[in-house]
């Protein structure tokens, strides 16, 4: 789908770009479409995770291309563990030599080779090499821990200020409290109740100001799309999952496999099916935020490729025209992601502890 979504605007793009012959075709140009490649794989490997920062990179006189970014660290097992920088990989171009052990970044992972960097593949033309277990501080990784740490720093001088000025917020707390206050009084009363929602409002809060946190982190420069990761909504859904089943009373098991006022073949019909629906709510919140955020930079970084496309004052002003216009609309989809999210794991809270009337 993804996928999908970037061929439309490249070939949209090159539509306007390329020659017209006489009869109305679209003339060949190796150039352009050399052009269209390096831009498809730059917006798909954006998308990925990496072990460096790469804020830029531009192919200096003598043809040679350089990056622009710093590095961070390797961290791999391998008969123990092995630590080093991963400017030693260069991108892919170079060996890393660690205790004799050879290593090559290859496709946006890391395999075992030798002094030459040699890769075997089989018969479907994939790599056989021995792929080290990998515990690398990624770009993602790191982009995870800044945010935490921002949290962490933020709330706790907002709790000082509580204690400080009994109860009333000072700095940037009294951004940040209005906030709090809302994701408590429209989000977690509402939809678990007055009687349970205590016990969630720590998760919740940290689950919308740690997506919204690192929606608008990955609008910056930095090149960062950590919750377009599939393993990150991932890990986010499961969490809201083992909360939700965990904590949930009898009751709503009971409703799940023998629903009260139901006839016996119906209960025996309609188990399964509640029960594949517990397993499909946290697959939507993976799947919602993981699509939503990876189509925003898919849209956007193809907005910004046809100011190169373009190449004339017309076509290059309206791209970035539209480029600053889907980022302001970015930012609103940033913190309207991290809503649903907390809204919707709320909501299935709220169906965990529900107390019914007729019981």
Known sequence: MLKNVLNFFLIIAFSFASPITAKGTIAPDSKTENKKTNIKEYILHHLKDSHDFNL??????????????????????????KIFSSSKLDHGKAIASVEN?????????????????????????????????????????????FTSIIMFFLFKSLADSYKKNNLIANGMGRFFEPI?????DEIAIPNIGKKYYKKYMSYLLTLFFFIWFLNILGLTPLGINVTGNIAVTF?????????????????YWKHIFWMPGVPLPMKIAL??????G????????????????SAGHIVLMSLI???????????????????????????????????????????????????????
Not at 58 to 78: A, H, M
Not at 180 to 184: I, P, S
């Open 305 to 359: 490729s046809l100011i190169f496309i373009f190449r004339n004052w017309i076509g290059s002003s309206l791209s970035f025209i539209l480029a600053f216009s889907i980022s302001i609309i970015e930012i609103l989809v940033a913190v309207l992601q991290a809503y649903i999210f907390t809204v919707l794991s709320a909501l299935y809270f709220g169906f965990a502890v529900e107390e019914h009337e007729h019981e």
């Open 101 to 145: 052990n050879y290593y090559r970044l290859y496709h946006d992972k890391i395999y075992k080779t030798d002094v030459e960097g040699t890769i075997e593949y089989d018969k479907e033309n994939h790599p056989t090499n021995l792929s080290p277990l990998d515990l690398s501080i990624t770009k993602g990784v790191a982009s995870i821990l």
């Open 180 to 184: 709090v206050l809302y994701v408590r």
């Open 56 to 81: 830029l990179s531009y192919t200096n006189e003598s043809g040679k291309k350089t990056y622009v970014g710093f590095p961070l660290p390797v961290i791999l097992w391998d008969n123990g563990l």
């Open 235 to 251: 890990c986010l859904a499961l969490i809201t999952f083992i909360i939700t089943n965990i904590t949930a009373k009898k009751t």
């Open 278 to 293: 517990v397993i499909i709510k946290p697959f939507a919140l993976m799947i919602r935020l993981y699509a939503n955020i």
């Open 271 to 276: 188990a399964p099916i509640e029960l594949l």
